[in-house]
């Protein structure tokens, strides 16, 4: 039990471009009977950012909890940094990984300063600790919280509320960032810089998987698409391969037409209107 | 070395700090909060059947440890009544309205929930059954402290059942928090019920003081048990602080970022059914204590444990101090039970703050 005494700081060393810091291998998840994922095998390097897609429900949630080593497959194994997900403890997992999922309420009015702060903790009693401020500043100036460093938490606006869980996120400065639905709630503007801060942090050397809904979005940002239907892996591969108007048709059950951006050249998915 | 973990961020250049909080209220409310409670110590001990001047409380404390500047009681009998009577009754009367304090902001993080209290949940009234059980059979296996000890092992297990019963995925909810409390108080009160019942002359009277809340009869011996427990609960709540800050965002996201909660649960259940059922031993049940004072402190200073566990410490004892003089005081040779003052003041500040969570929650009829 670590309540007490404090981890003796061992950190991570940075992982190099092209490692595999997160894996999941033929997993599958099994909750009251129904598969919520059959036989998924996936990879996020390091220096990608790895757009995964699908229709609601189709197990994105489930695969990203997985990858997080919240959720123990039925079957097949999930490896994070390199290391089967049980063997890492809570502390170092927390050094390696960070996490935004899809919903993210606190229960006590703190302001917005002291939630991004929270994102700290990991390296409570490390040398890290001597970055935390300015990991907490620059997480809020790359979410444009600055300003409402001051503000509670339940006074934000559902957006607002977002940044700020991604900035607590941004600020546990993990190499592998799994985020659920970061722009859900965002406007243009905001769904952009998160998608800008999600390149930037993997041209640091970062992992980053981002389930997004906007395929365009997606295919604008992302280095790899993943395509999840009903529990299993569809497609996996660069926007290009993946926008395919059949494939994606299929997959969301509704015709989709896709077009190349007149300037960048970029795939547009849009459905058949 | 930091180099290695944290890869610098998009935003280069120039950094603004983020404006900081206010230290300086955290400063101040401290500062009152100390005044507060010395000068409420003071008036305590100088008022009563007869009085006895607070320069004369003073001095007699400071002859106590040596410095004369002051003149003690020249009355021997006022030097005897203060020092086997009502000293220490405010010194339990602090020690065991600090940990209550506590208690309640360490329930209220643990369950995520500003409702949680261990009078409204039950935590007492589970004490109590173990405290009835050793007065109505008259045990003494484990000499002075088989009271406490059983009121130990009664509270636990209530803790614990509160516990499982009342969260569910980390939170628990206002009504089920509230219903848990209804039912687990009923079957402690009808434990204690039946050990009314069981109980000769004696015990129950002694057993309907338990129920009422009272500071009455205190000991110096009371005080040296309770001291040391209440010392080791405050300092291992100040060690689980930071990771209780991080419950607030939900078990999920306390695990993402490194905090091993089912630990961290128990560990702070262990401290509040200690801290509890010796409070319970020596005063009875006293509500709503852990209530108010932390809801206060977290209006004042927000809900950070770092400052809101010391800030409910001075103002738990601060708010008992007070109700002490008081229950001492308000009618002449009638000793008020305090856990009556504390509920008829508590009751109503209870149902405000369900009133005011059920409009932010969007109502649950
Ligand atoms: N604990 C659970 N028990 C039963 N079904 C679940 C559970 N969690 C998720 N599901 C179901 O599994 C499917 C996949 O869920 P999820 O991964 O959250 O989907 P999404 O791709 O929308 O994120 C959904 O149909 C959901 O209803
Ligand atoms: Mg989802």
Known sequence: MRLLSRAPARLPEPPAEGDVLAEADAVVVTIGGKRLLDGVSLRVHAGEVLALVGPNGAGKSTLLSVLAGDLAPSAGTVSIHGRPAPSWSTVDLARRRAVLPQHNPVSFPFDVLAVVEMGRAPWEGTPAEDDDERAVAAALADTELTAFATRTYPTLSGGEQARTALARVLAQSASLLLLDEPTAALDLRHQEQVLALARARASEGAGVLVVLHDLGLAAAHADRIAVLAAGGLAEAGPPEDVCRAELLSGVYQHPVEVISHPRTGKPIVLPYR | ?????????????????????????????????????????????????????????????????????????????????????????????????????????????????????????????????????????????????????????????????????????????????????????????????????????????????????????????????????????????????????????????????????????????????????????????????????????????GPGHRVLIPASLLGGALLLAAADLLARNAFHYADLPIGMLTALVGGPFFFWLLLRTRRREGGWT
């Not at chain 2, 950094?15 to 305590?44: D, E, H, K, Y």
């Not at chain 2, 006022?78 to 009367?93: H, K, S, Y």
């Not at chain 2, 261990?118 to 059979?137: D, E, N, Q, T, Y």
């Not at chain 2, 009422?212 to 011996?221: D, F, N, V, Y």
Request: net charge positive; proline share 5%.
């Open chain 2, 1 to 301: 070395m930091t180099a290695t973990v944290s890869p610098p961020v998009t935003s280069g250049g120039d950094l603004v700090p983020p404006p900081r909080r206010r230290p300086a209220r955290v400063a101040a409310l401290f500062t009152v909060l100390t005044v507060g409670l010395v000068m409420v110590s003071i008036a305590s001990a100088a008022v009563g059947q007869f009085g006895i001047p607070a320069s004369q409380v003073v001095g007699s404390v400071l002859n106590r440890i040596g410095i004369d500047v002051l003149a003690a009681p020249a009355d021997p009998f006022a030097e005897a009544a203060l020092w086997d009577v009502r000293f220490p009754r405010v010194v339990l009367a602090l020690l065991v309205g600090g940990v209550l304090g506590v208690c309640g902001a360490l329930m209220q993080g643990c369950f995520g929930n500003p409702l949680a209290e261990p009078g409204v949940v039950g935590v007492s009234s589970g004490a109590a059954v173990g405290a009835c059980l050793s007065i109505v059979f008259g045990w003494t296996f484990l000499g002075a402290f088989t009271t406490p000890a059983l009121a130990f092992a009664t509270g636990l297990v209530t803790t614990l059942a509160v516990y499982v019963l009342a969260r569910s995925k980390g939170r628990a909810g206002v009504v089920t928090m509230i219903l848990t409390g209804v039912a687990v108080n009923a079957v402690a009160n009808a434990a204690i019920a039946f050990l009314v019942f069981a109980g000769d002359q004696a015990a129950r009277e002694q057993i309907v003081f338990w129920q009422l809340g009272s500071l009455a009869g205190s000991r110096w011996a009371y005080v040296a048990t309770i001291a040391p427990l209440v010392a080791v609960c405050v300092a291992v709540s100040m060690l689980l602080a930071r990771r209780l800050d991080l419950l607030a965002l939900g078990d999920r996201q306390a695990r993402h970022l490194g905090v091993d909660v089912e630990s961290l649960r128990l560990v702070t259940i262990v401290v509040v059914a200690v801290a509890v059922s010796a409070a319970v031993s020596y005063s009875g049940i006293i509500g709503f204590v852990g209530l108010v004072v932390p809801h206060l402190i977290r209006m004042i200073t």
